[in-house]
C-alpha cells in the first residue's frame, strides 16, 4: 500500500513511534509518505520505500500574518501528496493539529476519491492539550471525523471516551511496538565508559518536559545512591533540564548525575544500564520504558496511565504513585542490593517485552489499513 504518515519531528515518543512503524512498513514492502515541517528525528539515512516530504514553512510570509498558518500548509501538503503519490491512506499520529488538518485533505480531495484518515493517539493530545479550552471541541470533531482512531493502551482509550464523551467512537488499541534488532540486551554493551567501575548505572530519557518529573529522577537516585554506589544517565533535554541541573547540585550527586542531551539512538546506553527510572506523572504507554526492558534494563517507574499494561509491578519492574520519591528509592535499593532477584527482573523484563516485539504489532496496523481501503 502507498501510505501517508503525518507526525510531531521532535524528540519524543509519538514522533518515534511513527517512525519506527513507517520504516517496519517500509521493509515489509508499503511505501511510506513522511509528511511534517522537518525530517522525524528517528528518520534517519536512506531507507527503501520511504519518502519524505516537507511542509515549507518559510514561505508565504505575508506581513499581514503574526503566525504562520501552519495547519493549512500541512493540508495542503497533505492534499498534495496524497493526490501525487496515489496515496491509499493517511495515517496521523497525535490529534492536534494533524487529525484535523488529515480531515481537511481528504475533504479536499473528496471530489476525486476518497483517502480515508486513520489517526493515532498517543497521549498528552488526550490527557492535557487535547482538554484545554481552545482546543476541546476540534480535538472531539477531528476524532469522531476520522475514519479510524487507534489508541495506545487501554488506558488512553477510556480516558478518550471519558474526556470526549464519544461513547460511539470506535477506538482500537494498537500497543507501542520495539524493533529488537536494535533495542536487545547486550552485554558487551560500553557501560565502562559511561560509569566508574562498581557503579551500578540507572538511566533516564526523555524530552525533560514537566510531565516526566525529571527532578523526581535525580531524588530518587540521590536516595539509592546514599546505599548503592551508582551513576545516573541523563539522556535528553527540553525545558526541565536546568531544575533537574540544579537539583543534582542541591543533592549533592552532581558528580554522578551525566547530563548527556539529546541522543537519537539510546539501544547501547541501555544496554549498559541496570534500571530504567521513568517517574512521570502519568504515561499513555511509556515507550521509553519498553524499549529500556527490551534491553534488559526493567522499569522504576509511576502507576499512572498505561505504564501497568508495560510493567508488571514486582515482576518485570517496579510501580509506585507518581511523586512516591521515598518508596521507589526505597525499592530500587532492595533490587539492587539482591543480584538474583535484580537477574529475575531483567529476565521477566526483556520477556515482557517481547511481547511487544514490532512483528507482533505492525500487522495490527496493515489490517486497519486493509480494512479502511476496503
Ligand atoms: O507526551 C505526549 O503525549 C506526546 C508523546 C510524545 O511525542 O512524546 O508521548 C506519548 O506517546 C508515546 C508513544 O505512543 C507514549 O509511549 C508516551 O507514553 C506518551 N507520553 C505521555 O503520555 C506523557
Redesign the pocket.
Known sequence: MRIGVTC?P?Y??????ATELGLALAARGHEVHFISYASPFRLRGYAERVFFHEVDTTGARYPLFDHFPYSLALASKQYEVAKREALDVLHVH?AIPHATTAWLAREMLRPERVVPVITTL????I??VGQEAGFFEITRFSIEHSDLVTA?SSFLRDETHRTFGCVSCDIRVIP?FVNLEEYHPDNAACRDALAPAGHRVLTHVS?F?E??RVKDVVRIFARVNRAVPATLLMVGDGPERGEAEREAEHLDVADRVRFLGRLDRVANILQASDLFLLP?Q???????ALEAMACGAPAVASRA??LPEVIDDGISGILEPPGSVEAMARRTVEVLQQPARLQAFREAAIAKARTFASEQVVPMYEALYAEVAG
Request: net charge neutral; no cysteine.
Open positions: 510531531y521532535t519524543g515518543g509519538s514522533g518515534a513511534l497525535y498517543h497521549g498528552t493530545d490527557t492535557l495506545v507501542n524530552n518536559r510531565v516526566k512521570s502519568t504515561e499513555s504507554f511509556g515507550l521509553a496511565g498505561g
